[in-house]
């Protein structure tokens, strides 16, 4: 099993800045890709950011503002939020897709952080 626990949502002003931190741990002997993604009330989850050894890609709407990242603990990934807007707010979950040293595939989520920007 892999264990996925996020951590650094909060309210603040459009405008401000916040960083969300996520940790995989568990039975992870590989991992291919991390990834935030985020569900406001009555949308669908959207991916805003994911990060693999090919680089990363963002939705166009956080492009410029937001940037995800990976830790010196490769298990670790960040998203650091600048310029947040009022549209930003939502949970937002970690996902990671790995590989276990039974060679199969996982896909894991966290269980989401709140964030809201107030105008």
């Known amino acids: 099993q892999v264990q996925v626990v996020e951590s650094g949502g909060g309210l603040v002003q459009a405008g401000g800045s916040l960083r969300l931190s996520c940790a995989a741990s568990g039975s992870i002997y590989r991992i291919n890709a991390m990834g935030w993604y985020r569900q406001a009330p009555g949308k669908q989850r959207e991916l805003v950011a994911a990060i693999t050894s090919g680089g990363t890609n963002y939705v166009d709407s956080v492009k410029g503002r937001f940037a995800i990242s990976r830790g010196i603990t490769k298990n670790t990934v960040y998203l650091q939020m600048n310029s947040l807007k009022p549209e930003d707010t939502a949970v937002y979950y970690c996902?990671?897709?790995?590989?276990?040293?039974?060679?199969?595939?996982?896909?894991?989520w966290g269980q989401g952080t709140q964030v809201t920007v107030s105008s």
């Open positions: 996902n990671v897709d790995s590989v276990d040293y039974e060679d199969r595939v996982n896909s894991d």
